[in-house]
């Protein structure tokens, strides 16, 4: 799935900073994810878009925001409100419609200093 | 919500040998079932899928059963590889019309399975 990008692969963030991770997808879909994945745990979606500047919040949006400007690209901010922002983030994408598959970014690890 | 049980956490086996990963799921009204492989640091990648209106797949090593009135499902993979190592993760979606508008596209995952196919 080379057509999902993300960047950086590393991150850090100080105490009450807010930091931003991008994603970018050239598979002409409609629809993208953010998830957070912890040791142990499975993936949980934070945020999902199905259409450009459209977004929906997932299970655990407290402390995120997105913004769907392009079809092209869904960046995350990871802000200050969010007190335990330390975990491995993933972006998908999928077409547009009922079950469709999600493919996945490489991800970024962010971490606190 | 959904809600998406997995098990094991952690399965080790010889290689050769089969294993076999079981996920139940709350929703009844889910019809969308993918799992994803995922080697270590790397992304999740799928590696097969099932819809509700289907009770089997397979995809040579690899097969998924699903059993809509029990409301589990499972991955079964036959002579297990080294290369098979890694950490596996079973989802579920609703995707369709509903009152109160279309939804779709957003998975539940499990917990993950660990496995570790020993030489």
């Known amino acids: 799935d080379g057509g999902i990008t993300q960047s950086p692969k590393y991150l850090f963030r100080k105490e009450g900073q807010n930091v931003t991770l991008s994603c970018e997808q050239n598979?002409?879909?409609?629809?993208m994810y953010w998830y957070r994945q912890d040791p142990g745990q499975g993936l949980r979606l934070i945020y999902y878009?199905?259409?450009?500047?459209?977004?929906q919040k997932g299970d655990i949006a407290e402390g995120y925001s997105v913004s769907r400007e392009k079809k092209e690209s869904f960046p995350l901010t990871v802000t200050s409100a969010q007190k335990n922002p330390t975990a491995f983030y993933l972006c998908?994408?999928?077409?547009?419609?009922?079950?469709?598959?999600?493919?996945f970014g490489d991800g970024t690890r962010l971490s606190i200093l | 919500g959904e809600n998406v049980e997995q098990h094991p956490s952690t399965l080790s086996v010889q290689e050769g040998d089969s294993a076999v990963i079981k996920c139940t799921y709350s929703?009844?009204?889910?019809?969308?079932f993918p799992w994803y492989k995922q080697e270590l640091g790397k992304r999740p990648q799928l590696i097969i899928d099932?819809?509700?209106?289907?009770g089997e797949k397979k995809d040579q090593r690899i097969a998924v059963t699903l059993n809509k009135t029990a409301k589990h499902f499972s991955l079964h993979i036959t002579e297990t590889q080294p290369e098979d190592s890694a950490v596996y993760f079973c989802?579920?979606?609703?995707?369709?019309?509903?009152?109160?508008?279309?939804?779709?596209?957003?998975?539940?995952f499990g917990q993950g399975t660990i496995l570790t196919v020993h030489p």
């Open positions: 998908a994408s999928s077409r547009r419609g009922p079950n469709q598959p999600q493919h």
């Open positions: 598979l002409n879909h409609d629809a």
């Open positions: 878009s199905q259409i450009v500047n459209d977004f």
């Open positions: 929703d009844s009204a889910s019809n969308y």
């Open positions: 099932i819809r509700s209106n289907v």
């Open positions: 989802a579920a979606s609703w995707g369709g019309r509903r009152a109160g508008g279309t939804s779709y596209g957003k998975l539940t």
